[in-house]
């Protein structure tokens, strides 16, 4: 019988949506049921932690405090050597999702085309 250990990380977004993780939903996961209210309140929540940060802190991003979206619970399926794999996402579905839809959004409302690019490679990955 193998056994691995559970791990625990703290990750923010903009690694978690970096190169090195591609996320597969199992079968057994349900569809993805947000709707506009629960994107309102993502959103809401994560303007106001910005906005205390800022009121806190000022334009001093590194010292802004992080803001806890929740846990996601990953399987790791395949693991390479530089830490890049494909996970299994078990827990966190929705938000994941909702997230990505997010930043497809500010993609599609930016002028910048530097940060048209860069949200685009957070949301889409060629395996």
């Known amino acids: ?6 791990k625990a990380h703290e990750i923010t977004l903009k690694d978690l949506f970096g190169d090195k993780y591609i996320f597969e939903i199992p ?6 049921a947000w709707e506009k209210e629960n994107f309102e309140q993502l959103f ?16 001093k991003i590194e010292d802004y405090e992080p803001y806890f979206l929740g846990s996601v619970i990953l399987w790791t399926k395949d693991l390479k050597d530089d830490g890049s794999g ?12 909702s997230l990505a839809i997010l930043m497809a959004v500010m993609r599609d409302l930016t002028d910048s085309a530097k940060a048209k690019n860069t949200l685009q ?4 990955q060629e395996t």
């Not at 019988?1 to 559970?6: A, G, L, N, Q």
């Not at 079968?27 to 993805?32: I, K």
């Open 44 to 59: 809401t929540d994560i303007k106001d932690a910005l906005e205390l940060n800022k009121e806190n802190y000022g334009d």
């Open 1 to 6: 019988m193998i056994t691995e250990k559970i």
């Open 27 to 32: 079968n057994f996961q349900r569809p993805f």
């Open 121 to 124: 490679r957070k949301i889409y």
């Open 86 to 97: 494909v996970y299994a996402v078990i827990d966190g579905q929705q938000r994941l999702v």
